[in-house]
């Protein structure tokens, strides 16, 4: 009977997880979890308690610090359109401050110049500094020191 009592609780603080986002509750919600199995074994009311309080400290000392700090870094690879900034492409129209196109990654896209003063020519490397929608802003590669 026991064993229901922690299984009630670890859903509850299961739930409480989901809305606070913590990661602290669902640590104790394992917590429960692993008093449950104990209390399901015939363990005796401490030796339940005992399981909770190590399984509960054990998380929120070790895992939880270890998580938050994964969590605080940026994913290491870009996706989408961030992943083509840095990347080089191939003038294939005129490029300046108004329009132009390039070949990028194996598709065509517009672009312009990062400074209003370029005009980059056909068949020149640029550098794709940023993207803005579906235009990339360009360097010319030998103007970069």
Known sequence: MAWIVWLLVAAALGAAEFFTLTFALGLLAGAALIAAVVAGLGGAW?????????A????????????RQHMSHPPLTSEGSDAL???KAVVIEEVTAEHGLIKLSGETWSARTLDDDHVIPVGALVDVMEIEGATAIVYPRELLP
Do not use: N
């Open 85 to 87: 900034v840095g990347k």
């Open 56 to 67: 509960g400290a054990a998380g929120l000392l070790v895992v939880r610090p270890v998580a």
């Open 46 to 54: 401490v030796l339940q308690i005992a399981a909770f309080a190590l």
